[in-house]
């Protein structure tokens, strides 16, 4: 069975030239086929800014009007994307940026209006995930470099969290390969005390889940990570890992981050 | 041997919401191969001088500082590139959006400095056309549409003007398909009288080019387009026309526009 790692990363590595240079070299040495999914990080913010498109927010959540949906396909699709698209290239990592719409990749509908219009934002549908597509760039030797955009395949491109994009996209690809799902975030992995790097907890499972979360150890945006993290083990991934990105090969190796089993 | 059908469209269709929709449906029905090259539009223009990006002008050229690399980066690899796509995907045409970094697609050098620095604009390399990608993502029945950005595999996206590509594209590929290249502009064809869009001259070879151009008839901006099409014609391309993107079916049966043979 071909093996498969996917990682996302975040914001806070993309911000930072130097550490995406660093994990986009160790990204590129990880044997066997690869994907890379990327969030959207502080550029999108600061030219909403200079541009006046001021994002609303309900309960938290932002709301992606018809201007912060360009402001996102053309930040994550076109910037970001083609910036670690052509320094994957330079290192010899044959790397291919794509979005949901690309190839009908991933297939979504805008998220259920009930009390709250989130906007353009888009929730994956059910088989949404085109693993034909994916498995004929892999085996022709491409990289993927996803972008956290969707499409509802009615002429929308659609803003989606990359979190949920990874974790979708390697459950989807689970059925036929040995996928490995890599979180990058903040911290060296789910800590047990949240002020020290080194408490590292080591495996969490369901059972452990639910007592980090009674404890309030686990809390805020941290629940939906893990709650995705369980989603995908549950789902036939074989490994998923919570760390930091500087320290991928430790994440995939096990050594380092936490474990989720 | 397999057909393709390489269509340039430039930014007089791509900032008229009603004539890109009319052409994408028209283009959605090429029999055989097809691959869209698209370029610029004003887009870009109206969002730089939001940000109070000002393009600087040497000799009638616009300089690709860093700024204007991220801007065109943004608007040609995300916004447009993403608007077409997810258009194309919602009337049933699998298209799949790319640069010339992704998959080493097309790699370019920067434009060699003499007196005038241009930036960040790249000039196709010889045999910089990865055609065994496009053979690939052809062959897989996804339709490429390409934004007018090329890279140099050292790590920089370049600005790279879009009839060339076009170019580019449709004379690598012909080496083994029988390829058709359609540039739609502003009019209905090289007009022998400027001011009388019936006056389409129907076909130009190399000679009458020459004459054309001694009696004033082609000039400026035309005369690299006719030199890009002939060009085409010397290297094995089938079929060169170019006319109006709303004549698009005309032009690809040849009842339309100028046939540059």
Chains 1, 2 share one sequence.
Do not use: W
């Amino acid at each position: 069975m071909n093996q498969l790692t996917v990682v996302k990363i975040g914001g806070n590595v993309i911000d930072n030239a130097d550490q995406l240079s660093a994990f986009l070299s160790a990204f590129s040495t990880i044997p066997g086929y690869s994907i890379l999914v990327h969030g959207g990080g502080k550029i999108a913010t600061t030219l909403g800014n200079k541009l006046g498109i001021t994002s609303q927010y309900v309960e938290g959540r932002r709301i992606t009007d018809r201007e912060t949906l360009d402001l996102v396909t053309m930040v994550y699709g076109g910037l970001i994307n083609k910036r670690i698209v052509a320094s994957l290239q330079a290192i010899g990592c044959n790397a291919f940026g794509l979005t949901g719409a690309d190839g009908n990749l991933i297939r979504a509908s805008i998220r259920g209006v009930e009390q709250i219009n989130y906007g353009f934002v888009g929730d994956i549908n059910n088989n949404g995930v085109n693993t034909g597509l994916l498995t004929s760039l892999l085996s022709t030797g491409l990289v993927p470099v996803v972008a956290p955009l969707t499409h509802d395949k009615a002429g929308n491109m659609l803003n989606t969290n990359a979190d949920t994009i990874a974790q979708q996209l390697a459950t989807a690809m689970a059925h036929s390969m040995s996928v490995r799902l890599i979180y990058c975030f903040e911290k060296r992995g789910i800590l047990a005390d949240v002020n020290d790097e080194n408490s590292v907890i080591r495996t969490i499972d369901a059972r452990r889940f639910r007592e980090l979360k009674e404890q309030n150890i686990i809390g805020g945006g941290m629940i939906p990570k893990v709650s995705n993290a369980l989603d995908a083990v549950s789902h036939g991934v074989v490994r998923v890992v919570i760390g930091q990105a500087a320290e991928l090969q430790g994440l995939i190796s096990g050594n380092s981050g936490t474990i989720i089993q």
